[in-house]
C-alpha cells in the first residue's frame, strides 16, 4: 500500500502523534505521492532484446499471484484504492478530472515542434526497426526523426501520434511527439555527426547515408516526407525499466514493479490500443532535474506498432491474440494436422495501407496478449482491471475523434475507420472489467449520506439496483469491525469512535465494497475503499 511508501520515505506530513500499525492517518487519502528523496546519480543500463524475449517466454519473472490463498493486491494505491499522482510514473488526467478536447489534441507536447529552416543531423538512430535521424533545429532543440514504411505511408507516424497522446491523457510520462511535413532539403549534416559501421565502430554520416535512408520512406507528390519528430527526453538517459523488481539505485523505486497498479492496469489499456509490442525494450528511465528535486522518471516510448500497424509492416491477426512462442498452441496444431483455426485468425479484418490491418468485433480484452508475457500484466486483479476501464471508458466520442484526427490521414475513411475501431474496443473494454466488480465508484458523503456514481447505470451495462448497506464502527488500531445495530442506509450512523465502515452489495453476493469514512463532529469524510469480488479468496485462481 502506498502508506508503506510513505512510512519509507519518511514523511514529514504524517502527523508525530500518529500510532504506528494503524490503518489511516490525518492525511488519508494521499493524493500525490510525497516529494522524492534526491537522486544524485544512477547508472546507465541497457536490456537485450532478445535476452528480454527469452526470459520472460521461459520463466516467471518477479512475484507473480500465489496459486493458493488471498492475492497480492496492488501496492502503489492511496487508502480509496486508486493510483496517487507520482511524478516519476504517472499523473492523474482522463477519468480523475475534466480533459478538454484542446488538451486531448496537444497531448504531452509543450508546443515546441521543430522550428523551420535547416534541421541538422547530428547522429543516425540505429536502434529499433525503422530508420531515423537525430536532428538539432534552429533553436537547438534536438529531436528523433521516424518515418513510414514505404508501402504503408501514414501508418506507423499516425499510431506513434495517437498512441502517445491517448497515454498521455490516461496518466503517463510519454515523449512529445509532433507530425511534422518537411522537405529532405532541410537536412544538413552537422560537422562531426557519425553513425556506426557494420562492425560497430564510428564513423562519419555522408549523404549519401541520409538519401540512401530516405529512399526507403514514402514521399508526397510534391517530394516532401511526413515524419514523426520526438522531443528527446529532459535528464541523463538511464535506459529501460523492467516490469518486475526495481531499480537498485534509485531509493523511491520500493515498490515491486509487478505489483504496481499503474502497470498492472496498462494491460487494459495496452488492450484498447492493441499495442502488443508494449516490453521493457520500449520503455526509458531519465534522470531529471525538477526544481530542487533529481529523480528518475519512467516513461513509456515508441508507439508506432500499435492500432493496425506493426512499424514496418501491418499487423496480422496474431498480433494481440497470441504470444511469440506458445506451446499448446503448436501442440494443438500438431495433433490437429493444422486443421484447428482459433476464433481470432477466423474473424474478418479491416485493411488500409494508412492504417494497418484492424478489428474490433473480435476483440475480446480478457483474450488479448502482448507480443510475450509480462509479469504486471499477469499479476492484475479485477480492481486493477476497474481502475484501468473507468479511464478507458472516461473518453468521449470527442476525445476519440480528436485524437485520431490530430494523425491528418490523407483518407476520411482512414479517420473514420480508427475511430470506429477505438469506439467499439473501448465498449467492450467497459463491458468486461467494470462488472467484474460491483460498479461503483467516486465515494463521497452528501448530506450525511454515502453517494456515488454508479457506473454500470452511467455506461449502460447493468440495471440500477437498490444496495444494501451494512454499518460497523471500526478500530483503526486493531482493525476490528463490530456491526452497528439499526444501520442499513445510506445514512452515516453515529459511533463512539472515529470510524465507522459500510458494507455495500448489490444482487451479487461475491461483489462488495466495504467503504470507510472518518467522522469528527458533523463532519464526515470517505477515507477508504476495499473492492471484493467472486474467487477473492478462493484456493486456485485461474492466471492469465
Not at 443 to 455: C, G, T
Amino acid at each position: 500500500m502506498l502508506r508503506t511508501l510513505v512510512l519509507l520515505l519518511a514523511v514529514s506530513t504524517i502527523a508525530p502523534t500518529a500510532a504506528p500499525g494503524q490503518r489511516f492517518y490525518p492525511d488519508d487519502p494521499i493524493e500525490m505521492v510525497p516529494d522524492a528523496l534526491v537522486v544524485e546519480d544512477a547508472a546507465y543500463r541497457k536490456l537485450n532484446d532478445y535476452y528480454d524475449l527469452f526470459t520472460h517466454q521461459l520463466k516467471s519473472l518477479g512475484e507473480p499471484q500465489p496459486e493458493k490463498g488471498p492475492p497480492i493486491r496492488a501496492q502503489s494505491i492511496n487508502t480509496i484504492d486508486e493510483a496517487p499522482d507520482d511524478p516519476g510514473w504517472f499523473i492523474n488526467r482522463i477519468g480523475s478530472r475534466e480533459v478538454s478536447l484542446e488538451e486531448i489534441a496537444q497531448g504531452p507536447g509543450n508546443g515546441q515542434p521543430p522550428s523551420e529552416g535547416v534541421w541538422k543531423i547530428v547522429a543516425a538512430k540505429t536502434e529499433g526497426v525503422t530508420p531515423g535521424f537525430r536532428i538539432k533545429d534552429p533553436k537547438g532543440r534536438q529531436y528523433i526523426l521516424k518515418f513510414d514504411p514505404l508501402k504503408y505511408p501514414e501508418m506507423a507516424t499516425g499510431a506513434d501520434v495517437i498512441g502517445s497522446m491517448a497515454l498521455h491523457a490516461l496518466g503517463y510520462n510519454v515523449p512529445q511527439n509532433y507530425l511534422v511535413v518537411f522537405d529532405p532539403k532541410q537536412l544538413e549534416i552537422e560537422d562531426g555527426a557519425t553513425m556506426p559501421d557494420v562492425q560497430g565502430h564510428d564513423r562519419p554520416i555522408e549523404r549519401f547515408d541520409v538519401d540512401h535512408a530516405l529512399l526507403k520512406v514514402p514521399r508526397r507528390p510534391d517530394g516532401r516526407i511526413r515524419a514523426v519528430a520526438s522531443r528527446l527526453l529532459d535528464g541523463k538517459i538511464l535506459g529501460e525499466f523492467r516490469y518486475y523488481g526495481t531499480r537498485a539505485d534509485d531509493p523511491n523505486d520500493i515498490v515491486p514493479h509487478e505489483h504496481r497498479r499503474d502497470l498492472r492496469g496498462l494491460f487494459v489499456f495496452d488492450a484498447w490500443l492493441n499495442h502488443n509490442d508494449s516490453r521493457a525494450i520500449n520503455d526509458l528511465d531519465s534522470l531529471v532535474q525538477d526544481g530542487p528535486l533529481k529523480y528518475v522518471k519512467h516513461y513509456l516510448i515508441d508507439f508506432g506498432a500499435i492500432l493496425g500497424s506493426a512499424s514496418v509492416v501491418s499487423n496480422t491477426a496474431r498480433d494481440g491474440n497470441a504470444y511469440f512462442w506458445e506451446p499448446s498452441s503448436a501442440l494443438t496444431q500438431m495433433f490437429t494436422l493444422g486443421l484447428y483455426v482459433p476464433r481470432w485468425a477466423r474473424a474478418k479484418y479491416e485493411k488500409s495501407p494508412a492504417v494497418g490491418m484492424v478489428n474490433s468485433k473480435a476483440f475480446r480484452p480478457d483474450n488479448w496478449k502482448p507480443n510475450y508475457p509480462n509479469p504486471a500484466f499477469n499479476n492484475r486483479l479485477p480492481d486493477d482491471e476497474f481502475w484501468a476501464a473507468k479511464k478507458v471508458m472516461a473518453f468521449t466520442d470527442a476525445h476519440i475523434r480528436a485524437m485520431v484526427e490530430a494523425a491528418r490521414y490523407s483518407d476520411p475513411s482512414d479517420t473514420e475507420l480508427l475511430i470506429r475501431y477505438l469506439k467499439e474496443r473501448r465498449d467492450r473494454i467497459g463491458s468486461t472489467y467494470l462488472t467484474k466488480v460491483l460498479p461503483l465508484d467516486r465515494f463521497r458523503v452528501e448530506d450525511s449520506q454515502i453517494a456515488f456514481d454508479d457506473l454500470g447505470v452511467r455506461y449502460g451495462l447493468s440495471p440500477a439496483e437498490d444496495y444494501q448497506f451494512e454499518w460497523f464502527s471500526f478500530d483503526n488500531q486493531s482493525e476490528a469491525l463490530t456491526p452497528l445495530a439499526d444501520a442499513a442506509t445510506a445514512s452515516v450512523p453515529k459511533s463512539k469512535g472515529d470510524y465507522v465502515a459500510a458494507q455495500i452489495r448489490g444482487e451479487d453476493p461475491d461483489k462488495t465494497v466495504m467503504v470507510f469514512v472518518r467522522t469528527k463532529g458533523d463532519s464526515a469524510e470517505v477515507v477508504g475503499v476495499e473492492r471484493s469480488w467472486k474467487g477473492l479468496n478462493s484456493k486456485k485462481r485461474q492466471q492469465q
